[in-house]
């Protein structure tokens, strides 16, 4: 049972433009939403989280919009680079979860310059 | 910066072999965890540590058994590694602030079993 279900598997964007990464919950007692990347021969690294008391955080070219009636989150990667192509996961968490964290299946990002 | 090390990069085991892949880290984290990563399956979560000699299943806990007998130091047993073992096995840590404290991973160790 997939508590996260992440989209698209793969992605090809060019250089300059937007990358938009979908991940969807079922569980409503998640409250910590955070992103991971990865890059090939490296073990993922926090991007950027969000909490449901906000509908959108934005670090630099990057930012999460969080739906929460429709139980949904996004990565969106602005002015996409070369330099971003790697696996993205999403990830949800909450109190009763403990500091365990259930992950979608991950999304590989391919810029093309 | 916390540094999470995994003893090897790469591993080739038989069938029917106990193997341990070995996890350390350097931040005093009280969290440890044992990721298992596959193409289209992301990250699942085998077993998790809060402290040293504790241990809790994680959400694929079979064929797999963990040890933490120091706190740095966090092992991952397979009994009698089979080819579905076959994967990509990743080390993480935390500090127990959760919303504040993200996981750290290790580089994984590509474990193969033939």
């Known amino acids: 049972q997939q508590q996260v279900k992440q989209s698209p598997q793969s992605l090809i964007v060019q250089k300059g433009g937007i990358s938009i990464i979908n991940c969807a919950y079922e569980n409503t007692a998640f409250d910590y939403f955070p992103w991971y990347q990865q890059f090939p021969g490296k073990g993922p690294a926090l991007l950027i989280a969000?909490?449901?008391?906000?509908s959108e955080k934005k670090e630099g070219r990057f930012t999460i919009s969080f739906n929460k009636s429709a139980k949904q989150f996004s990565l969106h990667i602005m002015d996409s680079q070369p330099g971003d192509s790697a696996t993205y996961f999403c990830a949800a968490s909450g109190e009763e979860y403990g500091n365990k964290l259930v992950f979608g299946a991950g999304t590989i990002l391919r810029v093309k310059s | 910066d916390v540094k999470v090390t995994q003893s090897s990069r790469y591993l080739v085991k038989r069938t029917g072999e106990k193997v341990f892949l070995e996890c350390v880290q350097d931040?005093?984290?009280?969290?440890m965890f044992w990721y298992r990563q596959d193409p289209g399956l992301g990250l699942r979560l085998i077993y998790f540590?809060?402290?040293?000699?504790?241990?809790e299943k994680g959400d694929i806990p079979e064929g797999y058994s963990v040890s933490r007998e120091k706190k740095e130091r966090f092992s991952l047993i397979l009994e009698s590694a089979s080819t579905n073992q076959t994967s990509m096995y990743l080390c993480a840590s935390s500090s127990p602030d959760f919303y504040n404290s993200p996981l750290h991973f290790g580089n994984g160790t590509r474990l193969t079993v033939t």
């Open positions: 931040m005093d984290h009280e969290n």
């Open positions: 969000i909490r449901p008391d906000v």
């Open positions: 540590s809060y402290d040293v000699k504790m241990k």
